[in-house]
């Protein structure tokens, strides 16, 4: 067994490797560990260890512990294996998942929208011995999910094709044990994602100050820091200040909400990245700082020092909005505005990605469609004049 030890968000974190019985590879997270590196191994930090934190020994000690109790499972699991052939979808999806909290890594929210999608297909698939699934209920599925009388209604393309997603995996993941040997989700061609061929609707400076204007002194940095700043809801509430760095102009985004608000989680994508401070954002969140700021508070705390609850902040911007004479955008709306602005002043198209924290780059083209074409127009008119002078010269 290895003890492998990787630097993260939250501290110095130790995860055990081995290979059961099975000679399947086997990865553990352990935990944090109080210990620094000493030559070629580690070693325990001076100083009283943090509670919640374990040291060296004791990060060795449990990872005996868990490999003892995953090969205790084993053991169970062959003593008294079940019969594959009646085993449910329902039953295998909720093993699926249990697998992904404790082995696959999944974090606390990708784990509850799993549920949330398990939960769906379990509607239709649920009591279907996971080996009895044919190609053909699957596309009757498939198409249902578009019909009128679907409780809910109709699903959008995006949800359609997130729920196949899931059921793919699902059988991908039982194939081996439940000896599925053609995945009955293959072959669906997906739903077409794209709406429409415009750009998403955003606000003018001149609005983002009006709903300033309308909003509490905190909301109205809030709201200037995720429309100059291009931030999700989720990182601008868990913005600090130690990520705001006056000297170089930049912020750097490497947190966002979970599913317990004032849980340390990465955001979307796991797109932690550094993007330019523009001086009117800069301006705004220095008069808010506080004196003697510490660098892990956050730059916008709720009363009592935690994280501020997004569902009312959207609620605030709902009513300041209102209160503008503004159109009736949703808070995402001050993202776009950020990236549309960004375009229509000239950035770079694959540097604006890199700011969202985008992972395809066709998302952000959405965005050309409000960049200014004058200098683009003025290139090319340059570029025909020389041809039309060419073909003058030959006639």
């Not at 992904?100 to 929208?113: H, Q």
């Not at 279907?128 to 679907?150: C, D, F, G, N, Y």
């Not at 793919?168 to 293959?186: G, K, Q, V």
């Not at 990245?273 to 700082?289: E, G, K, N, S």
Request: net charge positive; with cysteine.
């Amino acid at each position: 067994m290895v003890i492998a030890y990787r630097e993260r968000y939250e501290g110095l974190v130790a995860y055990a490797r081995w290979r059961d019985s099975t000679r399947s590879q086997r990865t553990q997270r352990i935990g944090v560990v109080w210990a620094e590196r000493y030559g070629g191994a580690y070693r325990n930090r001076r100083g009283k260890c943090p509670e919640g934190a374990l040291t060296v020994q004791e990060a060795h000690a449990r990872a005996i512990q868990l490999k003892d109790e995953q090969e205790a499972k084993l053991t169970a699991a062959a003593a008294g294996r079940e019969d594959n052939t009646q085993t449910t979808f329902k039953t295998v999806a909720e093993r699926w998942i249990a697998y992904g909290e404790a082995e696959g890594g999944w974090s606390p929210l990708s784990v509850r929208n799993r549920r949330y999608t398990v939960k769906e297909l379990s509607r239709a698939f649920g009591d279907i011995p996971v080996r009895a699934i044919t190609p053909k209920q699957v596309k009757t599925w498939w198409t249902e999910l578009h019909s009128p009388r679907r409780t809910g209604g109709p699903a959008s393309n995006r949800n359609a094709n997130r729920l196949h997603s899931e059921l793919r995996a699902i059988l991908s993941w039982a194939a081996d044990d439940y000896e599925i040997e053609l995945n009955p989700a293959s072959g669906i061609k997906r739903h077409s994602e794209r709406t429409n061929d415009d750009a998403p609707p955003f606000f003018s400076v001149e609005e983002v100050e009006a709903l300033s204007r309308q909003a509490s002194a905190r909301d109205a940095v809030i709201f200037k820091t995720a429309a100059f700043a291009g931030l999700r809801r989720g990182e601008v509430l868990s913005l600090r200040w130690g990520r705001v760095d006056f000297t170089r102009s930049s912020l750097y985004i490497c947190e966002s909400v979970g599913v317990d608000k004032d849980e340390r989680v990465r955001p979307k994508w796991q797109s932690t990245r550094t993007l330019p401070m523009a001086p009117q954002l800069a301006h705004v969140l220095a008069a808010w700082q506080p004196e003697h700021a510490a660098d892990d508070e956050l730059v916008f705390p709720s009363q009592l020092g935690g994280k501020l609850d997004g569902s009312a902040l959207r609620r605030r911007y709902a009513v300041a909005r209102d209160k503008a004479g503004l159109r009736t955008l949703p808070f995402h709306a001050l993202r776009h505005t950020f990236a549309s602005l960004a375009v229509a002043g000239g950035a770079d198209l694959v540097a604006i990605k890199s700011w969202l924290g985008h992972r395809d780059l066709r998302t952000t083209a959405r965005y050309l469609h409000h960049k200014d074409r004058t200098i683009d127009a003025a290139l090319l008119g340059a570029a025909f004049s020389g041809v039309v002078e060419q073909a003058a010269a030959i006639e």
